[in-house]
């Protein structure tokens, strides 16, 4: 017992610093495992952690042919990780850096509204739809790979760059702040292999952009009309307009303006919408949409 003793090192005493360092390391480990899971980079993580178990056999049972098959092999494990994992990683470093607290999106209620109201319109027609709409993390890369406009936001040029047929029809229409930074833009598909095989490339494209920015993506389907906000990853579906007008409101954190008081009674004429009272009458057909 004594030998054993001495073989033994002397257990570290277990400090506050301590138990902080163990529950970091801890969080890292855990986020790490979080980004790999469900894709397929996590097979992959498997079959790394596999060969360097092999090698630590291998040492240490003393099996001088695979340490030596193993020793070329386990150096270039970093350089792999970082070329197998660079979409992960990329990800995980463009979340670090993203600042919540310094949110610039959208500041102006015309521009959200003139959103819903093309998006209220592309879903009574089936067409479909992908818009874009930038926060923190810009999109450069994504605007030039497509066609710029620069334009003002507005419901008319959003549905008449959807039109089936036209050349900017296909791709996404990125926002940036109150303009249309462009169209036709190409966007990374997600390879999430949990998604449901129901959702097409659009829907595919949207989970992939809010994957890797923190932007949000609407997205209208052209098989049922159905609007769906895609943000972190995340897609939710069958949204009415008022439900998309909160979502883009709450990730921007637009401030709602103050509710209207209610109309006075003043006779049957009371109830006829007048522009004091047009925001009452632009959720009217949120209802509608929601009907099977």
Not at 43 to 69: D, F, K, P, Q
Not at 185 to 213: D, K, Q, V, W, Y
Not at 214 to 227: P, Q
Request: proline share 5%; net charge negative; aromatic share 6%.
């Amino acid at each position: 017992m004594l030998h054993l003793s001495r073989m033994w090192p002397a257990a570290p005493i277990l400090t506050v610093t301590g138990i902080i360092d163990i529950l970091a390391v801890a969080f890292v480990v855990y986020q790490a495992l979080m980004v790999v899971r469900g894709t397929r980079a996590g097979h992959i993580l498997i079959g790394i952690l596999v060969m360097v178990g092999l090698y630590a056999v291998a040492v240490w049972t003393g099996l001088e042919a695979l340490r030596s098959l193993l020793s070329f092999i386990v150096p270039y494990l970093g350089l792999a990780i970082i070329v197998l994992f660079q979409s992960e990683i990329r990800r995980t470093l463009a979340r670090l850096g993203r600042q919540s607290w310094a949110s610039a999106g959208f500041g102006a209620a015309e521009s959200i509204h003139e959103i819903v109201l093309a998006a209220e319109q592309l879903s009574e027609q089936k067409v479909g739809g992908l818009i874009v709409l930038e926060r923190d993390i810009g999109l450069r890369t994504f605007v030039e790979s497509g066609v710029p406009l620069d334009a003002r936001i507005s419901r008319d040029l959003l549905i008449s760059i959807f039109q089936p047929g036209l050349p900017l029809h296909d791709g996404a229409v990125i926002a940036q702040k109150d303009r249309i930074a462009a169209a036709a833009c190409f966007l990374p598909l997600t390879t999430n292999p949990a998604l449901s095989r129901h959702f097409g490339t659009r829907h595919r494209a949207a989970i992939g952009i809010t994957e890797e920015t923190d932007c949000l993506a609407v997205v209208i389907s052209e098989e049922t009309g159905r609007i769906s906000v895609a943000a972190f990853g995340e897609l939710t579906s069958g949204l009415s307009l008022r439900d998309l007008t909160e979502r883009i409101n709450q990730h921007f954190a637009v401030k709602r303006s103050q509710p209207e008081p209610p109309p006075a009674d003043h006779g049957p004429d009371a109830a006829a919408p007048t522009a004091e009272n047009s925001l009452s009458a632009e959720h009217r057909p949120v209802e509608r949409v929601n009907q099977p």
